[in-house]
């Protein structure tokens, strides 16, 4: 097993011991939550591999929670059993686990510590950006730990660092591994409806193709709530990239940002989000992804909700290794019931036409779904 994922396991398991702990049990309020979602989709253009199917999809999730008045824990595990009713082959079990431990060491500063162990498949993984990849077991696993200062009432810092590895089964795809490190200080301006944010971080990937990627990023942001119902947050800033391989070193700049609006009416909320981020990818070399969210939900009843989602996705590499570029757009409407507290029923449908800019070669690909699912929170 490599030896950074071994670290990270080990990681993970001191951290959930410690969390057992450092909690005292009779000043904690636990909450246990398990959960269970039935799906039964149709999809007439399974991972755009030009073939139609049904598809069980039967996930089951355990989480808990403790908290006191300087200490908050939440672990949880989750299981996605897939089968299809032609295509057995297809037929896969995917794995996820995180655990999350917050203290307040003192009245004006925060500790936090993340971690995330996850086994999944390649196709499961992309299919929102509409990525067409060749079907494999993917293996992920990530430490975060995290620490917030307030400096003044009107003033905080807040910084992360985060470790993480990629590793894939089939050649094709590179393994990475990735270490980053963000600092943000946030001030607060007088109204008490303003807030206004400076964010320097960097980004450090390897890829076993022996390529070096060192980003470094500068943000100003702005987050601004005009009345009860309406938000915006806005940042927005520049990126330097340098890249090291075995054939020489090369040098890029760009912009970074993001956009993302919160507006509540009475019965409907409407969020939008725009951002373009710069992350490791599978494909041996870091990718650029543009993205815009248009979600619009509408209570009917106290117990019928309905709701309407529009994504669009832009992502390219810079072509050192691999050259990928290519555009997704979806729409995805849905309906959901709930039968009481803990049961609820949805019927969706969405549409997804995904083109490859290189080549010109576009897909589309229709699916529609019902899924059942019920959570039951315990307090021992």
């Given at each position: 097993m490599p030896g950074v994922l071994t670290t990270i396991f080990r990681i993970l398991s001191y951290l959930g011991l410690g969390c057992l702990i450092v909690?005292?049990?009779?000043?904690?309020?636990?909450?246990?939550?398990?959960?269970v979602t039935v799906q039964e989709t149709y999809d007439d253009n399974l991972f755009f591999y030009d073939m139609e199917d049904f598809k069980c999809l039967v996930s089951a999730d355990i989480e808990l929670t403790a908290r006191t008045e300087r200490i908050y824990v939440s672990g949880s595990a989750g299981c996605d059993i897939s089968e299809y009713r032609r295509h057995n082959e297809l037929d896969g079990v995917d794995h996820a686990y995180e655990i999350s431990a917050h203290a307040l060491?003192?009245?004006?500063?925060?500790?936090?510590?993340?971690?995330?162990?996850?086994?999944?498949?390649?196709?499961?993984?992309?299919?929102?950006?509409?990525?067409?990849?060749?079907?494999?077991?993917?293996?992920r696993a990530s430490v975060q730990p995290s620490a917030a200062i307030e400096l003044d009432p009107r003033n905080r810092i807040e910084g992360s660092c985060s470790l993480s590895e990629a590793r894939y089964e089939l050649d094709r795809y590179t393994n990475h591994t990735a270490e980053s490190l963000n600092v943000t200080w946030v001030h607060d301006l007088a109204n008490e409806r303003t807030s206004i944010?400076?964010?320097?971080?960097?980004?450090?990937?390897?890829?076993?193709?022996?390529?070096?990627?060192?980003?470094?990023?500068?943000?100003?942001g702005i987050d601004h709530r005009f009345t009860e119902d309406l938000k915006?947050?806005?940042?927005?800033?520049?990126?330097?990239?340098?890249?090291?391989?075995?054939?020489?070193?090369?040098?890029?700049?760009?912009?970074?940002?993001?956009?993302?609006?919160?507006?509540?009416?009475e019965k409907s909320t409407l969020l939008i989000n725009i951002s373009e981020e710069f992350t490791p990818s599978m494909y041996g070399e870091d990718m650029i992804r543009?993205?815009?969210?248009?979600?619009?939900?509408?209570?009917?009843?106290?117990?019928?909700?309905c709701g309407l989602t529009t994504s669009y996705y832009k992502n390219r590499t810079e072509g050192i290794v691999r050259t990928r570029e290519y555009e997704t757009f979806s729409v995805r409407p849905s309906v959901n019931y709930r039968f009481g507290e803990y049961l609820h029923l949805q019927l969706g449908y969405s549409y997804t036409a995904t083109g490859n800019e290189i080549t010109s070669h576009s897909k589309e690909r229709n699916r529609i779904y019902v899924r059942i699912s019920s959570e039951w929170p315990l307090h021992p």
């Open positions: 909690v005292p049990v009779r000043a904690a309020e636990y909450v246990v939550t398990p959960s060491s003192s009245a004006t500063s925060r500790l936090g510590i993340s971690g995330r162990y996850i086994r999944d498949h390649t196709t499961d993984a992309l299919e929102e950006s509409g990525d067409v990849v060749e079907r494999c077991e993917r293996t944010l400076f964010q320097i971080g960097g980004n450090l990937t390897d890829y076993e193709t022996d390529l070096r990627q060192r980003t470094c990023l500068g943000l100003v915006i947050e806005l940042n927005g800033g520049g990126r330097y990239t340098k890249s090291k391989s075995p054939g020489g070193y090369e040098e890029n700049t760009g912009f970074s940002g993001s956009l993302g609006l919160t507006w509540r009416f543009d993205r815009a969210n248009i979600s619009l939900r509408h209570r009917l009843t106290e117990n019928l909700k």
